[in-house]
């Protein structure tokens, strides 16, 4: 659809981000910690205060509409809330009420109507009402930041009532609902908050160190590269933890956070830790480990541009030279598990978009004795990601083994986000150790990681059949006509979903209530529903 291929570039920065988390070893962690012996555990705080690490600053101004990347989500699904949100605690996707507390759909996908939930306040005091809801909508497209697309076709927001908003976009959209659910997507802002403060950018200033949300708590310290914090709104409509204040120190690197964790002045670490870390924190009673579903996976793609891979013969070869099942065990372990489907996991319903390629190394080893002796073949990486570093070197031995001149090459994300202004610079192939799309509808995975203006296509590897049905089906809503772009893609040799991986969460043993707070969406929790272990 048209008001989603204007999102390219801003995909970029959202994807660098996702690239830049290094993927976690972690063979033998289960869903806790196990119970074999360790310091005594660290006694919860008594000043009503919880302490959530961040590794690196969070790169952007905490603003709803601006920032699109992965840190600062902490702040920003905890100061503003959406009209819908994806539904905690659970593995697949599900749209669930935040704001809204019901909505109904025309059959043509055109008109969404919400009602909104009586009784809600902004951080101003004003109150929520339908108003709102354009206000917001407005607001994103005119900053042009953070994942504007989502609201790019909206035709017209109308407001009955006080309570009620009707939406009404330009075209069918089958994924409007994932584009407001996603952690990315429109958040609700005081109307009146947003006038006062305008400014002369929109209030882009303004809320660097503040915020005009719904959400259990609200922004109230903003010290870039030092620390963020957050205190409890004391009109917050919905539940509200034992933690008055929330500290977000920075810490610059991961073995500084880990100290502070271990000694008892961080409470818990999202997404941060290196793999090097898992057993110290599995194998101790003092501390609880979460693997918690997200929809990221590690991908494997090949460059059609480099003349190694021009053929599709030579492609889809490789592609069944691939060990998922080695990779995933030996490198990835228990954080992931090997993909069988084409798009994320749980996207389309009972697994329809089977992934059909078969492990046959013995196709590739026969290809690869009708090359010249030595042909050369890089397999690239992303430098800062470990295991995806480790997957490459061991793929390209394979390959060193099947009589190819393979080698393992890292790449700064900077410049692998670049391959797409010309491939020919990239390398032959890529493992992607970590990425994933905006949001739960499988749109939103094809058209980015398929569609060659979808931003994440990193070769160009692009089959226009397939562009045509994602479009039809995002429109239509329609699930066989998923699976088809999707088998379709597959048979260009270009692309293998490698691994369903998840999201690490260390706590404090007496932290409670943490996988209650995580959604599939995002890598971050829901403070208002943590508590301490009575």
């Known amino acids: 659809m048209s008001n989603t291929r204007s999102s390219s570039t801003r995909r970029f920065r959202r994807a660098a981000v996702l690239a830049a988390v290094p993927l976690l070893v972690l063979a033998g962690c289960s869903s806790k910690s196990s119970t074999s012996t360790s310091s005594a555990a660290i006694a919860a705080p008594t000043d009503g205060s919880l302490t959530i690490g961040l590794l690196g600053d969070i790169g952007q101004p905490p603003d709803p509409d601006i920032y699109y990347a992965n840190n600062g989500l902490a702040i920003v699904l905890n100061a503003y809330e959406g009209l819908v949100q994806y539904q905690n605690n659970l593995d697949t996707v599900k749209i669930a009420p935040r704001l809204a507390t019901s909505w109904t759909v025309s059959k043509d996908n055109t008109v969404y109507t919400f ?57 069918g959209n089958a994924a409007f609902l994932d584009y407001l659910a996603s952690p990315f997507g429109p958040k609700m802002e005081s109307p009146t908050g947003l006038t006062k403060n305008a400014g002369t950018d929109q209030a882009q200033t303004y809320l660097m160190t503040h915020d005009l949300g719904t959400g259990p708590y609200e922004l109230t310290a903003a010290q870039t590269g030092t620390k963020y914090g957050m205190t409890q709104y004391a009109g917050y ?76 013969p030579a492609r889809t070869a490789f592609m069944q030279f691939i060990d998922q099942q080695k990779l995933v065990t030996q490198v990835l372990g228990a954080r992931s598990e090997v993909a069988t489907t084409l798009y994320a996991k749980g996207m389309i319903p009972g697994g329809a978009d089977k992934q ?54 890292g790449f700064p994300t900077s410049q692998v986000f670049g391959w797409a202004n010309d491939p020919t610079k990239g390398p032959d192939a890529f493992i992607d150790g970590n990425n994933g799309p905006d949001g739960g509808n499988p749109y939103m995975w094809g058209h980015v990681f398929w569609d060659k203006t979808g931003g994440i296509n990193y ?39 490698l691994s369903y991986n998840k999201d690490w969460v260390v706590a404090q043993k007496w932290l409670a209530g943490v996988a209650e707070a995580h959604n599939i969406g995002a890598n971050e929790l829901d403070f208002s529903l943590l508590s301490v272990t009575k």
């Open 115 to 171: 009602k909104l939930r009586s009784g809600v306040t902004f951080h101003d005091g004003t109150p929520l009402t339908s108003a709102a809801v354009k206000v917001a909508f407005d607001r994103r497209i005119a900053v042009k930041g953070g994942a504007a697309y989502m609201v790019q076709g909206v035709k017209s927001v109308a407001t009955p009532d006080a309570l009620t908003a009707v939406v009404t976009l330009k075209e």
């Open 237 to 312: 409509w919905g539940t509200k933890s034992p933690f008055k204040t929330i500290n977000l120190p920075v810490y610059n690197d991961a073995s500084s956070i880990q100290l502070a964790f271990d000694k008892g002045d961080v409470s818990a670490i999202v997404a941060a830790l290196p793999s090097s870390s898992l057993p110290k924190y599995n194998t101790s009673s003092s501390y609880a480990s979460y693997l918690l579903p997200t929809l990221q996976s590690a991908l494997f793609t090949l460059n059609p541009s480099k003349s190694f891979f021009t053929g599709k």
């Open 356 to 409: 059909n390629i078969k492990y046959d190394p013995s196709v590739f080893t026969a290809y690869a004795k009708t090359l010249p002796s030595g042909t050369p073949m890089v397999i690239g990486y992303a430098s800062d990601n470990t295991n995806a570093q480790q997957m490459a070197a061991i793929v390209a031995a394979q390959a060193q083994a099947a009589g190819v001149k393979a080698t393992a090459q």
């Open 459 to 497: 070769f160009l590897c692009d089959a226009p059949a397939v562009d045509a049905d994602l479009n039809a089906a995002v429109k239509s809503g329609d699930t066989a006509l998923f699976v088809k772009a999707g088998e379709q893609y597959s048979a260009t040799g270009c692309y293998l979903n």
